[in-house]
């Protein structure tokens, strides 16, 4: 009854936590430039003092889904998204080298260009300044030409160029703030065939379908587990009963 009850109550704890795994994925599927979270379940022995006799069910995320979203189209000069392979290059809260795949850009009030979420784009020598400008314009390159103030409209100047990196995807990882990064925190070498396409933002690669038929799935489990515990404890009942008649 004990090993019963034990399977089935780690089952039901960590179908839980699964099920918040594709909920974030299906509560993400208007972000863009999102990357799905993969979810597997396995078993465990249980190591202590004494021999693994026991074993549980753990639910685990093994990985990230980076397979590209579908490009849409904005119209608006400072949205961005990587066309093939490769990422945009920013600088993440804690000032280490993230990248992200897609990006609706605009310029602080200091100048610097950044993410819709406010974070710092890099460029040649770290974080983009942009001068005082009538209008921005990013090549296929990531190379950032304004038009300065007072200038004629023919007249462009290169400001800098955004970090564009294609890295190998198995050395990639997702952090707990949602950016990729390399494994091992190095930053990487900029890559000039990746290419970038300026009034386009890339969709989230989420499949709405695939991931409300793993959370329907998952619920049924759940209710199985929990059948099996009220099952460990009707038996344990009667065993009990049948104790106190043969005593």
């Known amino acids: 009854m004990d090993k019963l009850l034990y399977v089935s109550m780690t089952g039901a704890s960590q179908n839980t936590l699964a099920q918040r795994a594709h909920a974030n994925n299906l509560a993400n599927i208007s972000t863009s430039g999102f990357r799905r979270d993969f979810e597997q379940a396995r078993s465990m022995p249980v190591f202590g003092e004494t021999l693994p006799a026991r074993v549980f069910a753990l639910s685990e995320r093994p990985g990230t889904d980076f397979r590209p979203g579908t490009l849409q189209e904005t119209g608006r000069d400072l949205d961005l998204a990587v066309g093939g392979q490769g990422w945009i290059a920013v600088q993440a809260a804690d000032g280490s080298e ?64 955004i970090k564009l990196v294609n890295p190998d995807q198995k050395l990639l990882e997702k952090g707990p703030d949602g950016l990729v990064r390399q494994r091992d925190g190095i930053p990487l070498e900029p890559d000039a065939n990746v290419r970038v396409t300026s009034g386009f933002l890339e969709s989230s690669n989420v499949n709405a379908v695939e991931e409300m038929t793993a959370m329907l799935s998952l619920s049924r489990q759940f209710e199985l587990q929990v059948k099996m515990m009220r099952t460990a404890e009707e038996n344990s009942a009667a065993v009990a009963r049948v104790l106190q008649m043969s005593s």
């Open 98 to 161: 993230a990248y992200v795949r897609t990006a609706s850009l605009n310029v602080d009030a200091l100048g610097i260009l950044r993410t819709g979420n406010g974070l710092p784009v890099m460029g040649n020598a770290g974080p983009i300044a942009v001068p005082p400008e009538q209008k921005i314009e990013i090549g296929q390159d990531g190379t950032i030409s304004i038009r300065a103030l007072g200038e004629a409209p023919n007249v462009l100047a290169e400001v800098d160029r």
